[in-house]
């Protein structure tokens, strides 16, 4: 026990907490949309984040960007990194969907045989940029100077740190506001909480489900890219642990719930750097686990409860 | 729901067909078939002439024992909380390592005995089982998962962190279990590996044995009742909480018990030996072969540890070639390899066992025109 260093370092493990949560709370979307609708893990969609690291690692280094940008050229380069780490996350997520998925669901598959086909895409997409990338990690580029605008208590707010909160709450408010407001957004709520009824009614069933997946891998994309902003380097496994520590934040808040996601998020990269400050850094998986476990046990469905259903305008 | 009546009739499909063909047979035929089930497993198995075709590039007697028996055992475990009692269990290599944690730590520090290890491993494991299982299974389905696959960590991290554990250097210099008497096939040294894969035998016929006669048992049905729907289960007076827990501690202990006879083989282990990888491996050999099907378990435990052995020059693409096969497989026979005759009846009927949501609709819409 170092309480010591928690005093010392509240505000800066505070601010780096809320950069990583926004991050997992962004990852934690695709895992809770697709459970509202198809009431499945989705457990390659660490994958689909991987993917999303790599491509925008890939457009950086084809066009040579390697150096730190200003001006128009900055937003380009992160406007183009975005772009292709969404496009590729989105794309493996229409895939994901399309091979592992959909000729389950249409042979009435139970759900460890959805389970077992996604371990098994997850295999085959990390064994894929393995191949192609080596299993060293790659550098993504700094392209921006990550200066210090103000500070709070002993922490310093730096412009990176600035981006990715920003753009994640962005990011998040869309979501919550497209499937809220939307007729697609209408169509997930209705497949969630009834999907007989909602076929009946008229929804597409396939198609929605095709855009759950592709919101939650634009999602995972976003994730992706200020993964790669914050960290620099990615690899084939780099989606594992935050893949995990996602699905954690999109139980902690009550799977299925989009504003849950956003609270799990938060609570489990807080959770995580107070634990590394308290207990040392060797411990802060196990600090988020525990933490899990002992909320389920008094919140059995999660904080906020799940359903994706239930989220009204 | 006819067709889960008829999958339900007694001795249905291929498997009441062996069953009904071994019963119609005179006694000494039965122990004729006996005495040829354990010649094929004892001589023929382990022989040079097999090795060639199944492990050219590795030891085929030691292949047995490690990785095809322990994922046999280890997935026989599993398979009683997945495919009897029907809970997702993300983090079960945990119990292993305990097993083989409790080896390496009982026999190179308190110096005990490998037969005084086993029972004790199954004991250590079963109570991490219960005190894991106690608050937590009254969570359900996919909450349930994650609070293993975070045991799972848990325990990995704390056997990396902890001083007593040897931290990532692992424990070296375990004891081999002694030798039992002076024939040769029970003489466990390294580089003689035949033994171990006769213990390792043993240890699944009767590990099958026990969990055959629980199936059978009111614990049995009671695990298919709460499989099949928890909340009539409840209300027809079966204590569900009781019997998951059962099911997880049972679980838990044939774990361990593997994690024992894995320690004192390797005579040397560490946390790499231990990582989530084996979790969704041996979940992967229960849904792959069938999962509430013993058989189909065996046989998928096979598949998934043999394949990865047998093609080692193709060691780069070999995960790539596995993933492929896990998707097209569940695509083509989602029910697994050998489904249980339950399975595939509710597979003939379009309800899959509870399927993903979304999926009934199409099934369901014409269960009821």
Redo the contacts between chains.
Sequence with gaps: MHLHSFVTQFWPSTVDGVTLGSIYALFALGYTLV?G?????NFAHSEVFMVGTMSAMWIMHFLNISAIQSGFALVGALLLAALFSMGGSAATALALER???R???????????????A??????????FE?YYSNQYSNFPRLFKHSTLFNIGSAQITTDRVLIVVAAVVMMVALERTVALTKLGRGIRA??QD??TA?LMGVN?DRT?MYTFLLGGIMAGVAAVLWNVRFEQTRFDIGFLPG?KA??AA?LGG?GNIRGALLGGLIIGLLELYGASVFGS??R??T???V??LV??FR??GLLGESLARARA | MTAISRGMAPLGGFGGRVRRFWRAQPPFLQLLGVLLLFFALAILLPSAAVAKVMAPQSSWPLVLFYPIGCYVLLALGLNVVVGEAGMLDLGYVAFFAVGGYAMALLATKQHWNFWVIVPGGIILAAASGLILGAPTLRLRGDYLAIVTLGFGQIIDQAVNNVGWTGGPQGISSIPHPPDIGHLSIFTYQIGHDRPYYYLILAAIFLVVFLISRLKNSRVGRAWVAIREDEDAAELMGVPTYRFRLWAFAIGASVGGFTGVFFASQQIFINPGQFTYAISVLILVCVVLGGSGNMPGVILGAFVVAWLPERFRGFDKYKILFFGIALVALMIFRPEGLLPSRRKKAEMADGAGGGGMGAALIPASLEVDQ
Excluded: M, N
């Design positions: 459970y609708v198809l009431k499945l893990i091979v592992a998925y000729p389950l669901r249409r042979r009435g598959a139970s759900r460890l045989a959805a389970l077992i086909s371990i098994g895409a997850s295999f085959v997409l990390q064994q894929v191949v497949v969630a999907p007989e076929t069933i489900i995990i699905f954690t139980v799977i060797q411990w998986d196990t988020v686990f525990v899990l476990v389920l046990l059995p469905s």
